[in-house]
């Protein structure tokens, strides 16, 4: 069985996900009577720097990874290494500004996009919303999810 775990970005929580979680609580009834041996984790935003150190540290435990608009970084990258002063400064400012697809002056995600849109390595996706797509695309974002475990 599945076990997904989902860690949201900077200054969001848990209750990011609600859009997704409310449809995958049915799995924990049995998830609660099972030992987690594999897991899916699901990283938003800058929660892409956290699942790659978590993949690195345990891998045996962890079956895909999933980036949610998030930063991906190679071995030794930082997330400031992958941003520039423009979007450094958007992610400061924690403002209601961004896209998926269209941000405001560019995405701080899209060179990592480009680098893996054509990476036989990689399943990537494209999703009409805003930064936080597991609020504006939750069941598209769902699906994605749950075919990756």
């Known amino acids: 069985m599945t076990t997904y775990v989902l860690v949201p970005g900077a200054c969001h929580g848990g209750w ?19 030992r987690v041996e594999n897991a899916v ?4 935003s800058y929660g892409g720097m956290v ?3 978590a993949a690195d540290r345990v891998p045996d435990l962890v079956d895909a990874l999933v980036y ?10 930082s997330c400031w290494q992958l941003t520039d002063d423009r979007q450094r400064e958007w ?6 500004t961004g896209y998926a697809k269209e941000w405001d002056g560019g995405s701080p995600f899209q060179p990592t996009y480009e680098r893996l849109i054509d990476d036989p390595l990689w399943n990537v996706h494209a999703l009409d919303g805003k ?7 939750p069941d598209e974002l769902l699906r994605i999810v749950l075919d990756a475990g």
């Not at 997704?20 to 924990?28: E, F, H, S, Y």
């Not at 984790?41 to 938003?44: A, F, Q």
């Not at 930064?131 to 695309?137: G, K, N, V, W």
């Open 68 to 77: 949610v608009d998030a930063f991906v970084p190679r071995d030794g990258e």
């Open 91 to 96: 992610y400061l400012s924690v403002a209601e």
């Open 51 to 53: 699942i790659t150190g």
């Open 131 to 137: 930064h936080d797509l597991m609020r504006d695309a």
């Open 41 to 44: 984790l699901v990283g938003h």
């Open 16 to 34: 990011c996900f609600d859009r997704l979680t409310g449809q995958l609580r049915d799995l924990v009834g049995a998830l609660e009577a099972e």
